[in-house]
């Protein structure tokens, strides 16, 4: 269960979250699913071992909420997105959104 930095006031998730957030992410049929999936807010690729706790690469990815109306810290809650993608949401509940794009076949460019 993920902790509240109270200095920060940021979520802190654990290893076991990040790897149960990684399943809810849309895959791209071309790519292992395990190493990359897609970003729904961008549409291009993140890989997994690139998350904000191991890398402080631009393109790493956080778990977001999926509905920031309903704040629960629950897995199906969580979904991944790069870092600099997170303040390009436009819905404050995307679970529709995501549903939609998960139902495309996405690849990615060879
Ligand atoms: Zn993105």
Request: proline share 4%; charged share 35%; net charge positive.
């Amino acid at each position: 269960m993920a902790k509240i930095d109270k200095k920060s006031n940021k979520a802190i998730f654990t290893n076991e979250e990040y790897a149960k957030t990684w399943e809810n992410c849309p895959i791209i049929q071309n790519r292992d699913r395990k190493d990359f999936r897609l970003c729904y807010i961008c549409k291009y690729p993140m890989e997994f071992k690139l998350n904000e706790n191991n890398s402080e690469d631009e393109s790493a990815w956080v778990i977001d909420l999926i509905n920031t109306k309903k704040p629960v810290l629950e897995i199906q809650n969580y979904i991944g997105v790069h870092a600099n993608c997170v303040k390009n949401r436009t819905k404050r509940d995307a679970t529709k959104l995501i549903k939609r794009i998960k139902m495309v076949g996405w690849m990615a460019p060879e």
